[in-house]
């Protein structure tokens, strides 16, 4: 093998754990058009159905990012962009100031229904990938509980709305919803006592009382 071919290989190699472990750096909707021929001729190459899978995903989720860009140019100024523009900033590679972070967002949504609604969204973007959003959610779910925050009520009108949020991952809302029942800031108890109240357990009409709340019932329960 030639060094130039043995480099090459080396590149590709390279490229394929990247898609498979990192798929996150390659959103790049801008340039998305550049490089997704040669990422498929690089698939087609392989032959290998998870890089070709991944490599679809990544043409999905570059279309919607570039959509979403044209569709909402000032999102950036709005509330919800302001504090979206602030968990997207956080530096993991050192300790997360929490609280500052908290106190940050609370000064641009004073409302704590609202901001919970925002952060939610913020995490269960399908835009955004990494368990990072999961913790740091319920950090600073934590943490407004402890400032004296209606979690509880925050959360559940966050649930009622949820058919009507588009590009959400409504599994990582109950994987936070989950952590919070374990460190007891969501009552699992109030929770199923909704779920009655509201006969989201006997009737099949609204997707945001039925799917997504049996599914988080039944990890609140195992």
């Known amino acids: 093998m030639s060094p130039y071919s043995a480099v090459l290989q080396y590149l590709e190699n390279t490229l394929v754990k990247l898609i498979a472990v990192r798929p996150a ?18 698939a087609e190459r392989r032959n ?20 979403s860009s044209k569709s909402i140019p000032f999102v950036s ?16 590679s050192h300790p997360v100031r929490i609280e500052d972070l908290s106190f940050d967002c609370m ?31 319920v950090r600073l779910l934590r943490k407004w509980s402890h400032l004296g925050a209606d979690v509880y009520h925050g959360i559940i009108s966050y649930f009622h709305g949820m058919s009507w949020v588009t590009a959400c991952e409504s599994s990582i809302a109950f994987k936070i919803t ?10 699992a108890g109030r929770y199923l006592q ?28 195992t």
Do not use: M
């Not at 750096?25 to 690089?42: G, Y």
């Not at 504090?83 to 530096?91: K, N, T």
């Open 77 to 92: 100024h709005t509330p919800a962009g302001r504090v979206y523009r602030l968990l997207d900033s956080v530096d993991y």
């Open 48 to 67: 290998h159905p998870q890089v070709k899978q991944a490599i679809e995903r990544l043409e999905l989720r570059n279309s919607r990012l570039l959509q």
């Open 194 to 221: 909704w779920l009655i109240a509201t006969g989201s357990l006997g009737h099949h009409t609204d997707l945001s009382l039925v799917s997504h709340d049996s599914h988080l019932g039944k990890q609140l329960l």
């Open 107 to 137: 000064e641009v949504i004073p409302d704590a229904t609202q901001l919970i609604a925002v952060v939610l969204e913020w995490a269960s973007s399908c835009y955004r990938e990494g368990t990072h959003r999961i913790y740091l959610t």
């Open 178 to 187: 989950a952590e919070l029942v374990r460190s007891k800031t969501f009552a």
């Open 25 to 42: 750096c390659l959103l790049l909707p801008t340039t998305w058009t550049k490089h997704a021929p040669l990422l498929q001729r690089l």
